[in-house]
């Protein structure tokens, strides 16, 4: 755990609601005329995984918020797993 504060925690969650707000435009505004003819349930199921997609880079993103770094730092003492 950090001593000091960082930048980085108030730019990734400012970065991360700027880019989940384009990311919800841009599939509000494309998909639907690409899918709008297709069937209800296929519909559902292209919107539940365009749902999910953004979570992707999530992991990579709040690990960079935290560390600086874009992977888990080695010798981290991660103990996950273990019990």
């Known amino acids: 755990m950090r001593d000091t504060p960082t930048w980085r925690i108030p730019f990734g969650i400012i970065g991360l609601f700027m880019a989940l707000m384009v990311y ?6 494309y998909a639907p005329e690409i899918i709008g003819g297709w ?5 559902a199921a ?4 365009l749902g ?3 979570l992707l880079p999530l ?11 874009w992977s888990v730092p080695t010798g981290s003492g991660d103990k996950s797993g273990q019990g």
């Open 24 to 29: 919800g435009v841009v599939i509000a505004r």
């Open 39 to 43: 069937p209800g349930l296929a519909q």
């Open 46 to 49: 292209v919107y539940l995984v």
């Open 52 to 54: 999910l997609f953004w």
């Open 59 to 69: 992991k990579r993103f709040l690990i960079w918020m935290e560390t600086g770094r």
